[in-house]
């Protein structure tokens, strides 16, 4: 049986044994701890940050065969190797559960010997693994499997030798496991990619058809691949989709292809990891299943959260879902950072990715053209809530042909010339948006597309807009309401292609700056307000005609005195101070009124024998 050296002093115990020694080998085959001795250990526990950052929280999984609940109780941990330690107790804790230790297998960790046999023969015995740190780094020249958790005391570091995109440059491979969870922490993982395209298969973590993998407090760097790969095809057949793959905590760069690729997999969560992403090729999150002619590769339930990116490319990239598995549950939720777009979904693909969360992220785009959304493939469940957008390219938002899409409460605020484009979609619910800073004729917010119906458009406010919202298409049965838009032309814009729209334009929107409130007007089949039909007019309730104050054009005051043969109100008929003002309406039937050509207005009225009565007014 191989040994793991421990560096504890050597002690008695109160019966008299001999408690393990200095530079003494404790062999995992004939020692058996007293009481003392476990007592011992208890009281040189780490403390629980360090247990469930470290070995402890591997080392309970793999003890009880269940992994630790209260995985993500934590906050994100930067990682270093102050979180995993040197403790030596912990030595003693792992070789009661079976575990071995590389530099028993003839690893050297001086950054010149090739280390690939031992970890090969560490990793053949089917037990947890431990790689303590060295004055150098390990090196290997091939790919090693693994059965078992592999943990890193003190951020070891792994390099791999001449990587050149090959499947046999991948550094470690997990595949069909299916414990009670299989831990990778505490490493630092080496791809040493420069600069090529010989290909993108060496990844420093391939997981294939494998549940309860859990990947956290890693430093995973330059892979000529991707840093971590879910797939389901082990070069020779389709096998399973991963299930409950859990990657937090790491600190993630420098990949040719993706931090992550999740390939075929379901029930992932990505959280809480520091991500960089720096070549412009796939994506930082790569969201697409190969399409096999097994068609059954799918991606499901993946949870984005938490992460802090930068990306030359994209941030989180949903693509090529097989026919009749669609990508679908993505939520992208609280992540924050630069990229050319935070979510992209457009393909040419017949697959679709649907139920689609967008909520709470911080983007600040990236230099040249940035876009924090384009979406064509989401048809339905697609949710955008919350998002801040800070991004300086010259892009907007795209959202094509979505069926009932929430877009709410996001704040976008760049000097660009479009806000939000909204293509061939359906029953738009738009609330509670903030836009500031868009000048140009396209409109901070368009419609385009096919014509469309059942929108809400309600409480969102632009600010600094040049034309506010944009209708390029016949829209119908469409409300609306209670919106506040700053415009220097247009708050509206009805142009010639969307006659003849039916939008229901209430009183309760607020027009200002120096706009007017809805150009192309004659393309609605009917304008609801006087609101609509001019900046400033509205309706109010008083005791009479106005004798103070300006007062715009369409502008009704109602009667609030009204009474049997009284008028309903008056009508601004001449915009001013306060304005030219003519009665309408008479409550009930007693008489009526006529104006005669000269203006002189007369009340006609008659008895109950039929007799008519004129008087003048």
């Avoid at 526990?45 to 402890?56: C, F, I, W, Y």
């Avoid at 990682?79 to 690893?107: F, I, M, R, S």
């Avoid at 549950?329 to 693909?349: A, D, E, K, P, W």
């Avoid at 689609?356 to 230099?367: K, M, W």
């Amino acid at each position: 049986m191989k040994t793991i050296s421990t560096m504890l002093k050597q002690k008695r115990t109160p019966d008299g044994k001999r408690h393990i020694s200095c530079r003494e080998e404790l062999r995992m085959d004939d020692h058996q701890p007293s009481k003392w001795e476990d007592s011992e250990r208890s009281r040189l526990r780490l403390s629980r940050r360090k247990m469930l950052a470290s070995v402890g929280m591997a080392g309970a999984a793999l003890a009880s065969g269940a992994f630790m609940t209260d995985v993500f109780a934590k906050p994100a941990q930067t990682v270093t190797e102050n979180v995993y330690g040197t403790g030596q107790p912990w030595l003693a804790h792992w070789a009661k559960l079976g575990a071995v230790n590389v530099l028993d297998y003839g690893a050297k960790g001086d950054g010149v010997t090739d280390d690939t046999a031992a970890f090969a023969a560490a990793a053949s015995e089917g037990k947890p693994i431990l790689v303590p740190k060295t004055a150098a780094w390990y090196v290997l020249q091939t790919m090693i499997n693994l059965t078992n958790s592999i943990i890193g005391i003190g951020m070891p570091d792994i390099r791999m030798q001449q990587p050149d995109g090959s499947d046999n440059k991948r550094m470690f491979s997990i595949v069909g496991y299916r414990g009670g969870g299989l831990h990778i922490a505490g490493l630092r993982l080496d791809g040493q990619y420069t600069g090529g395209e010989l290909g993108e298969q060496s990844h420093l973590l391939r997981i294939i058809d494998s549940r309860h993998v859990h990947v956290h407090h890693n430093v995973l760097v330059d892979p000529y691949g991707d840093c971590v790969y879910l797939g389901s095809h082990n070069g020779v057949s389709f096998l399973a989709p991963c299930e409950q793959i859990y990657i937090y905590d790491n600190e993630m760069s420098g990949p040719r292809r993706c931090v992550v690729a999740v390939v075929s997999a379901r029930s992932v969560w990505i959280r809480n990891n520091v991500m960089n992403h720096p070549h412009n090729y796939v994506a930082c999150i790569d969201l697409e299943p190969n399409k096999t002619s097994t068609g059954k590769e799918l991606v499901e339930d993946v949870w984005i959260e938490g992460n802090t990116f930068y990306s030359t490319g994209h941030f989180v990239n949903s693509l090529t879902p097989n026919v009749g598995l669609p990508n679908k549950r993505i939520t992208v939720h609280n992540n924050q950072g630069r990229s050319r777009y935070l979510f992209r979904c457009n393909s040419n693909y017949e697959g679709n990715t649907e139920e689609v969360r967008i909520t709470n992220n911080l983007f600040y785009g990236s230099v040249g053209e940035a876009r924090m959304l384009s979406i064509s493939k989401i048809l339905k469940g697609l949710v955008i809530r919350g998002n801040q957008d800070y991004a300086t390219g010259a892009q907007g938002w795209v959202i094509q042909n979505a069926v009932a899409p929430v877009i709410a409460d996001n704040c976008i605020e760049a000097s660009r010339a479009v806000a939000m484009a909204l293509w061939n979609c359906k029953q738009v619910k738009l609330h509670g948006n903030q836009i500031k800073d868009v000048y140009s004729s396209y409109g901070a917010v368009q419609f385009l597309g096919n014509p469309s119906s059942g929108h809400h458009i309600s409480a969102n406010s632009l600010v600094h807009t040049d034309y506010g919202f944009v209708f390029k298409e016949v829209v119908t049965d469409t409300l609306f309401d209670g919106n506040v838009i700053d415009a220097k032309r247009f708050a509206i814009k009805m142009e010639p292609e969307s006659q003849p729209s039916d939008i229901k334009i209430t009183g309760t929107n607020l027009f200002t700056g120096e706009g007017v409130p809805v150009g192309g007007a004659d393309t609605l089949s009917r304008l609801y307000t006087p609101e609509a039909i001019s900046k400033g007019a509205g309706v109010i309730w008083a005791d009479a005609i106005p004798v103070s104050g300006t007062w715009s054009q369409s502008s009704i005051v109602m009667n609030r005195l009204a009474q049997s043969s009284s008028t309903l109100g008056w009508v601004c008929v001449q915009g001013g101070t306060p304005g030219q003002w003519q009665p309408f309406g008479i409550v009930g039937e007693e008489r009526l009124v006529l104006k005669a050509p000269g203006g002189s207005r007369y009340s006609i009225q008659i008895d109950d024998t039929g007799t008519l009565m004129t008087q003048p007014l």
